[in-house]
DNA sequence: CTGAAAGCGCTTACAG
DNA sequence: CTGAAAGCGCTTACAG
C-alpha cells in the first residue's frame, strides 16, 4: 500500500506538505495541493489511520460495551450511537459482554488497548475494578442504561419508575392480585431498580410481593423461561407476570406455551423494553418503551463533551407504558394524542375479532 | 499512561527485553522475566495497541460490515463471528450498513484506513470498486450470506433453494394458489436467488408468478409493510405471502393487522430467516432457517486460512423449512427426529385450543 | 509556503 | 541473554 512518501515522490514534495493538503492545512500553495491531490488519485493513497493514532495520540474512535446483542434494545441502542458518534466524527466499536462480566473485561481491556477516545458502557456486573483503571488512566467514559455505583461518571439513561407504577395499577385493576416478576441480576442497576419499582408500587396499593414471586434471570431467554416454570410449579402460581426485559419476556411465553396456558386469561404478562415484535406476539404485550435513540444520541453527546474536557451533565428521560392486551386490557378506544406512525396500536378488527368465541 | 520505557527503566532492562517478555520471546532470563512482570504489574502497564500494530503491520482486527444490525438474521451472525474471531484471537469491529451501500463503503473505507486483517462482508449493493480495491490492495476478503459476481473471494452462504421448494410444495398443499414474494433488492445475491427459487418452484407445480405478485422490498420492515399493502389493493390480492426476509415479513404482518385480515384464514405468510419471535407470533410464523452460527463460525474460518496465505474454499449449507401456523399447516404430530430444544414446535393445548369457535 | 527533523510506542534483526 | 539502533507511517513545531 502507498505510503505518504509515495505520495510525496509522485507529487515531487514533502511528506510534509502531504500531511498538510490531507489534513487541510491553510498555508499550502494551490499548485503544492493540486500536485498532491494528484498524486493521491493516481496512487490510491489512504492515510494509514493507525500511524496518524499513534502521532495524534487520538483514534477517533469510541467504544461501546453491551451487555447483549442479541437483545433488540440493545441492538437499537447501538444503532443509535453509531449513527450520533458518525455524525460527530467517530467510528465506534461494539463489544458484546453477553451478560458475562468476564467477557466485558475481555473487550473493556481490548478496547483501551486500542486506545479508544472515549467509553459507553452498559455494565454487565457489579465489577468497577477495570473501569476506575480507565477512568484514572484518563479515558473518558460514560454508562449508559446501567451503570455502577460509586463510579462517579455520567449516566445517561431511562427512568421507569413512573411506568411501572402505571404498570402495576393497570394490573390491578384488571384483577390481578398475584403478580410476580422476573428480575434482572441484583447486581446491575436495571435488574434491582426494576424489582425495587415494581415492588413500591405494589407496596402503594397495599399488595405484597413475596419472595416466591420474585424470579431470578439474567435478561437472558432462557432464563425467563426457567423463572417463569418455577412459577407456575408453585402451589399458588401467580396471576401475572412481569418480565424486566424482553428476552425473558420471550422465554416466559416459550414456557406458558408450553404448558398450554393462555394469556392473558390464564396469565397476564408484561415486559420492560419495547420491541417490534410486541405487536404481532399472541398476544400483542403490555410494555415499557424507552427512548431508545435518544439514549443512544444523548450518550454519544456526553461522551463527545467529556472527550472535549468538559463536565457533561448525567441525563434521565422518561420511559413510559405502551398498553396492548397481554394483562387482558382492551386497548384504548381512540388514542390519547398525535403519537409516531410506529407507536399507533391498531385495534383488532371486527372481522377477526369475530373469530373469536 | 506508562510506556514500555517506564516498564525498562522500573525493571532496570531495556525496553527491548520489556517487549521480548511481553511476547513470550524464550531467551530472556528468568531474572529478567521477573523484574518485568514486577515492573509491568507496579505500573499496571498495557502495550499500545496502535504502536504494536503500526511495527508488525498486523491488527488483529477483522471488519464485519453486515446489511443491517436490527435484523436478528445479522445480529446471530455478527454473535457468531465474533465468539469465532475471538477465539483464534482478532477483535471484529461491526460496521452496519443499513442497507445504504453509501454506507457500507463509508464502513469499507473506515476499515481499510485502520488496516484491519481482513475484511468479512455482508454486501448491501452491487457496487464492488472498493471491495476490488481492497482485494488488489491486499487485504483478504470473504463473503458471508451475500455476494457480488465477478470478485474472486470465497464466499460463505446458505442455499436456500430445497427450502423454498418445499414450502411451495407446503403452500400449493394446503390449497393456495395465487402465492406472491416480496423480494429484497435485486442488485444483491439473496434479494435475486429467493425470487428466482421461488418462481422456478411454482413453475414445477405449473403455477405462474405475476410481476404483480413481486413486491419491491429492501429486507427492511417498513418496504414490506409497504409492498404488503399494494397487494391487498390489487383486484385480486394473492393468497399466500413469501417475505424473503424476518423484517418484511414483520412489516406485512404490520399491513395485514391494519386492514383486519387473519392469518392463515385470509392470507397465508412465510418467511425467509427463522427467529424466536416467530414462534409467538400470531400466528407462529412458517419460516425457512439458516445455520446461522454455523455460517459466521465458517465465514471467520475462512477469513483465518486467507490472511494465513492460504485459499480456503466457499462454503455452503443448507437451510430448511421449520412448518408453522401461518400458511394454515397443522405442525406435525410428532417431531421428525432429534431437534434442538429451542426448535421443538410445541402443538397448541387442547385448553387454548378450546377457546377456538 | 516549505522541508528536515524529531518523535509517537512499539518490535526485531544485528552485534556482542 | 541483552541492548542500541532502526524503522513502521504519520504529524507538527521549528527554521527558513
Known amino acids: 500500500m502507498a505510503a505518504i512518501k509515495d505520495v510525496a515522490a509522485e507529487a515531487g514534495v514533502s511528506a510534509a506538505t502531504v500531511s498538510r493538503v490531507l489534513n487541510g492545512h491553510p498555508s499550502v500553495s494551490p499548485e503544492s495541493r493540486a500536485r498532491v491531490l494528484a498524486a493521491v488519485d493516481a496512487l490510491g493513497y489512504r492515510p494509514n489511520a493507525v500511524a496518524r493514532s499513534l502521532r495524534t495520540d487520538e483514534t ?38 453477553d451478560e458475562r462480566p468476564d467477557l466485558q473485561d475481555h473487550h473493556i481491556r481490548t478496547l483501551l488497548d486500542r486506545r479508544i477516545d472515549g467509553l459507553l458502557l452498559s455494565p454487565a456486573g457489579p465489577g468497577a475494578e477495570l473501569i476506575l483503571d480507565a477512568v484514572r488512566g484518563g479515558t473518558p467514559v460514560v454508562f449508559v442504561d446501567r451503570w455502577i455505583h460509586g463510579v462517579d461518571v455520567p449516566v445517561v439513561r431511562a427512568d421507569g419508575r413512573a411506568a411501572v407504577r402505571e404498570l402495576v395499577g393497570h394490573l390491578l385493576a384488571l384483577g390481578h392480585r398475584r403478580p410476580a416478576i422476573i428480575a434482572g441480576p441484583a447486581s446491575t442497576t436495571t435488574g434491582k431498580e426494576r424489582v425495587d419499582a415494581f415492588r413500591a ?48 419476556a420471550l422465554g416466559a411465553l416459550d414456557a406458558f406455551r408450553a404448558r398450554g396456558l393462555r394469556v392473558p386469561e390464564d396469565i397476564a404478562l408484561a415486559a420492560f423494553d419495547d420491541i417490534p415484535w410486541f405487536v404481532h406476539t399472541d398476544p400483542p404485550v403490555t410494555a415499557i418503551a424507552q427512548p431508545t435513540d435518544e439514549l443512544g444520541r444523548a450518550a454519544v453527546q456526553a461522551l463527545a463533551e467529556n472527550i472535549a474536557g468538559r463536565e457533561p451533565p448525567s441525563v434521565t428521560l422518561p420511559a413510559r407504558l405502551v398498553v396492548r392486551r397481554s394483562c387482558g386490557a382492551n386497548p384504548p378506544p381512540g388514542p390519547p394524542g398525535p403519537v409516531p406512525p410506529e407507536h399507533i396500536e391498531h385495534t383488532p378488527s371486527a372481522r377477526s375479532q369475530r373469530s373469536d368465541p
Open 201 to 248: 408500587a405494589l407496596a402503594d396499593h397495599g399488595v405484597a410481593l413475596p419472595d416466591a414471586y420474585i424470579g431470578q434471570g439474567d435478561f437472558q431467554a432462557e432464563s425467563g423461561r426457567l423463572a417463569a416454570e418455577r412459577f407456575l410449579d408453585l402451589p399458588r402460581p401467580p396471576d401475572a407476570v412481569f418480565a424486566a426485559d424482553n428476552l425473558m
Open 60 to 97: 477517533r474512535t469510541l467504544g461501546l460495551v453491551i451487555s447483549d446483542v442479541l437483545n433488540p434494545y440493545f441492538t437499537a441502542l447501538a444503532r443509535a450511537v453509531e449513527e450520533e458518534a458518525r455524525a460527530l466524527g467517530y467510528s465506534v466499536i461494539i463489544g458484546n459482554a
